[in-house]
């Protein structure tokens, strides 16, 4: 039969090991130090942590950090920003997408009539067709027209290498870059994004204003933000957004009249970059270290007004809606839409999200992460960490109850201060780190309580059953006190041991040689009751009480030949030549069986564990016989008779001292090492156990 294989790794056991080392060590400081030392362990990892799974910890915090908005949205109508939508009404009345060049037209001219101030179209056109020139002149000749056109950012974890080797496309012409910033890499400024491949409006619109609708794509699939600036081929192509701004308050239409500056935040409160446009002082948009602008889900979905195309070029519309405010133009059929997932649909058309750039733009509320986010994110760890150390050192029910309640409230408050601080200020601070950190010492600290607690009921258990009975060490430790009677009967085997001419002994003595003779005999006497399977029930004066559980032939040949070897050994146990003028020492010892009562007694602030019975009055008599009757070991009736009479030898019936009834006693027959040694280990002259007993010498 094969060895059961030990599946435990080398790795797993050094870390048992290093985990066993770390818990001892801990220990073996005050309080107050290890906990700061957990704390400051849980800091490193909780790095390590977020480090080793920073894209899921990342995707949880964005989308539980956006609950500030979605549990509290503004539902107040956006007047500034209207979305005419190519939706299915649309689709059916004109005719399948794409439209016809003349129908746009149509559409644009519909647009102005109403007197918007300005329309984006999140629509590209990359073919010439028929009636371009036609669709040309509505765009020149409406208010302003801005078109969209798509670099094409590498998705994120595509292997770059791969995307190299493919064939690169290219399909329109782009237009409108912008001068003041630099896309070459070493420029020692913010390095943009780059795109290789693009999609744009054909170069019979390149006259018309034009703006990038790229969106950056989480690893979960979300889109959150977009690039404010996209490099292609060494030039700077600004958002649709951000074209809006430019077109109305730029110097000219042309792009290299379009000026913007870069430059990086220097308080702690602002962003980590902030793009300004030359041509509008004071107006500054948050990037974050990647160049991106956040958008903003303040809003409800309800509080963008969506307009069907086919109602605006129909005239079936009140105008006053769309007059002086800017308008988008995109899909929204089922099909042809872009769809992204925000926090609040997880099937949502594209343009809604310029919509709410345009929003955060126009109201100067661009969510952002600032410089100081992560003293922020410190300072509520040290607050978590302060919580911590509080409960923990507090008394009674709210240190056991308090940790694992802060482990579930902390990461709650950092989601609530987070949320608080990107309604009021637009602060993107993050929050996991803090909820990591808080959750994961709360926990830790209450580890390392009920560890301490554990190491400390144990020291506790292992004092107590160095005094007491391991059965009633364990009663004291784990249960509650009381102030009545814990006793139960029982049958048990005794044995009652004493040295005599001790106190003579102690006379001449100093107390702490006397101390050392005590402590040395019980030591060993303790050892050779526990080797015979019995256990000390107390040290009383220079004596003890040993008890076996059960009143059978087992018990009383086990408490018999713990007796017999205390005996044999009595040289070892009271070495004379340890201490110079030691007198004469002996070893009496009495054994019975019989009913007795076990427990504790007493009242519940002062109790005492006691063993009684006249089994226990009767074993103590009985070795006290043993000097009057120099027998070293004497038995008791109920004792003998369950070791047979080929063991023992009657000595007679006596009357014991404070009883009334008459008990006949039984010495063990000698036994081949007792003919050949005494008490000190040299033969007798008569074969017989010579011992070392002086009469009277009781203690």
């Not at 800091?43 to 995707?59: C, D, G, R, Y």
């Not at 408490?559 to 340890?578: G, I």
């Not at 007993?693 to 203690?699: K, Q, T």
Request: proline share 6%; net charge negative.
């Amino acid at each position: 039969m094969n060895d059961k294989q030990n599946t435990t790794s080398p790795q797993q056991g050094h870390l048992t090991g290093v985990l066993a080392a770390l818990q001892q060590a801990l220990h073996a400081v005050p309080p107050v130090w290890s906990r700061v030392s957990v704390l400051t362990l849980v800091f490193a990892l909780a790095f390590v942590v977020l480090s080793v799974f920073n894209q899921p910890f990342k995707n949880l915090e964005q989308r539980l950090g956006t609950l500030g908005w979605t549990l509290s949205p503004d539902y107040e109508l956006e007047n500034a920003i209207n979305v005419v939508a190519i939706d299915e009404r649309s689709i059916d009345a004109v005719g399948a997408w794409p439209w016809s060049r003349e129908d746009m037209a149509r559409l644009v001219t519909a647009i102005d009539a109403t007197g918007a101030q300005l329309q984006l179209h999140d629509i590209a056109y990359p073919e010439a067709r028929p009636g371009d020139d036609v669709f040309l002149a509505a765009l020149q000749q409406s208010n302003s027209a801005i078109l969209a056109q798509v670099p094409q950012l590498p998705l994120p974890g595509s292997d770059t290498a791969v995307t190299n080797q493919a064939p690169v496309v290219r399909t329109g012409s782009l237009s409108h870059p912008v001068s003041g910033v630099s896309c070459a890499a070493n420029s020692g400024v913010l390095p943009l994004p780059v795109a290789d491949q693009y999609v744009a409006s054909h170069a019979n619109f390149a006259a018309v204003p034009k703006g990038h609708i790229t969106s950056v794509i989480d690893s979960d699939g979300a889109v959150r933000k977009t690039p404010a600036l996209v490099c292609v081929d060494g030039q700077a192509y600004p958002a649709l957004a951000l074209t809006a701004f430019l077109s109305r308050f730029g110097s000219g239409a042309e792009g290299d009249s379009w000026r913007v500056t870069l430059e990086r935040g220097e308080s702690l409160l602002d962003a980590p970059w902030v793009l300004k446009l030359d041509d509008y002082p004071g107006f500054e948009i948050p990037l974050d270290e990647e160049g991106n602008i956040h958008f903003s889900f303040a809003q409800h979905p309800s509080a963008f007004n969506a307009i069907s195309a086919i109602d605006v070029m129909n005239g079936s519309i009140d105008t006053s809606m769309l007059e002086n405010t800017w308008v988008l133009v995109g899909l929204t059929a089922f099909g042809m839409a872009d769809i992204v997932p925000t926090p609040y649909d997880g099937a949502t058309a594209g343009v809604e999200l310029h919509a709410r750039l345009l929003s955060s733009l126009l109201d100067v509320a661009v969510p952002y992460t600032p410089n100081g986010a992560i003293y922020i994110q410190l300072a509520l760890c040290l607050l978590f960490a302060s919580l911590v150390m509080a409960i923990a050192t507090a008394e009674g029910r709210l240190s056991a109850y308090g940790l694992p309640a802060a482990a579930l409230a902390m990461p709650l408050m950092a989601i609530a201060l987070h949320g608080q601080l990107l309604a009021e200020y637009n602060f993107w601070t993050g929050w996991i780190y803090s909820a990591l950190y808080g959750s994961l010492a709360a926990a830790s600290i209450l580890m390392l309580e009920q560890s301490r607690i554990r190491v400390e009921r144990g020291r506790v258990f292992g004092n107590l059953n160095s005094y007491l009975p391991q059965e009633l060490a364990r009663e004291i430790a784990y249960a509650l006190p009381s102030s009545s009677i814990n006793a139960r009967r029982t049958n048990a085997t005794l044995l009652s041991a004493d040295l005599r001419n001790f106190s003579a002994f102690g006379e001449t003595r100093p107390p702490e040689e006397s101390a050392a003779v005590l402590h040395y005999f019980f030591t060993r006497a303790t050892m050779i009751i526990e080797q015979h399977h019995g256990r000390v029930h107390e040290f009383k004066g220079d004596g003890l009480l040993a008890v076996w559980d059960g009143a059978d032939e087992q018990a009383a040949q086990q408490a018999l030949a713990a007796a017999q070897v205390m005996q044999n050994t009595l040289d070892s146990l009271l070495p004379e030549q340890a201490f110079k003028g030691l007198e004469p020492l002996a070893l009496g010892i009495g054994i019975e069986q019989g009913p007795v009562l076990v427990g504790s007694i007493g009242p519940s602030h002062r109790r005492t564990h006691t063993l009684l019975g006249d089994t226990v009055a009767i074993a103590l008599r009985i070795q006290e016989m043993t000097a009057e009757l120099a027998q070293p070991i004497l038995l008791g009736e109920c004792a003998a008779r369950q070791l047979g009479v080929q063991e023992l030898e009657s000595q007679g019936s006596y009357l014991l001292s404070g009883l009334r009834t008459l008990h006949v006693l039984f010495a063990p027959l000698p036994t081949p090492d007792d003919s050949k040694t005494d008490g000190s280990g040299k033969s007798g002259k008569d074969g017989q156990p010579r011992l070392k007993v002086v009469a009277g010498g009781r203690a």
